[in-house]
């Protein structure tokens, strides 16, 4: 990944909160005719050092775990996208001073590598499963639980699902949020990215990575 440095991010607490955040993850891994992948939904470790250790499942009809299962020592890649946001150049005051200005995209994103083990065990599954179920049912005044679930039901499931681990060697971020730009435009993509719904997010981002006062 292309690291300009006033975009790297390399404190872990901040990287694996993006994951927490954002935890449908793109699964890399390549084979014998190129690059796979695959989106999967990954339960992060913090306590395994140095990095962190990613937990998922793939259907058993999926190939990229054979891929996997066959060349263990062939490093996987793992991308989690958080918040993106298209700004424009009308934001900037920099626009209205000199005109020299270009469209960019703001986005932060975390990138993870490591060696994949596959397992084929029907309690780390079933631990899985609950786990990922758990942490997303939590914020749900009733949250729904495996168990909820016919038991021959879900012993079905789990037939047609195999685990995944990768022990994380290398985790980067990027957090490109206008940190680069003078504070007056830093204001102005702050106060555009608050007019669209859908840029709350990044509009935060863009205040606290670039030393910005809450509105």
Do not use: C
């Not at 993870?112 to 499963?129: F, K, N, S, T």
């Amino acid at each position: 990944m292309y690291q300009p440095p006033h975009f790297v991010e390399t404190r872990l607490d901040v990287l694996h909160a993006l994951i927490r955040a954002h935890p449908l993850g793109l699964l890399i891994s390549v084979g014998p005719d190129g690059p796979v992948a695959d989106p999967l939904p990954f339960l992060v470790d913090t306590t395994v050092e140095p990095h962190g250790r990613l937990r998922a499942h793939l259907a058993k009809a999926n190939p990229q775990w054979r891929l996997i299962a066959e060349n263990p020592q062939t490093p996987v890649l793992v991308v989690f996208q958080g918040a993106d946001s298209y700004v424009t150049p009308s934001w900037y005051e920099t626009k209205r001073e000199t005109g020299k200005v270009v469209p960019t995209w703001n986005y932060a994103i975390v990138q993870v590598r490591g060696h994949a083990r596959i397992i084929d065990d029907r309690e780390w599954l079933a631990g899985q499963i609950a786990e990922l179920t758990a942490t997303h049912e939590a914020p749900r005044a009733e949250p729904w639980q495996v168990t909820d679930a016919p038991a021959p039901f879900i012993e079905a499931q789990i037939k047609g699902i195999i685990g995944l681990e990768i022990a994380i060697t290398e985790i980067s971020g990027k957090w490109k949020v206008s940190q680069n730009r003078p504070v007056a435009d830093r204001v102005g993509v702050a106060a555009g990215l608050d007019e669209l719904q859908s840029a709350t997010e990044m509009a935060e981002l863009v205040r606290s990575f670039g030393g910005l006062e809450k509105r």
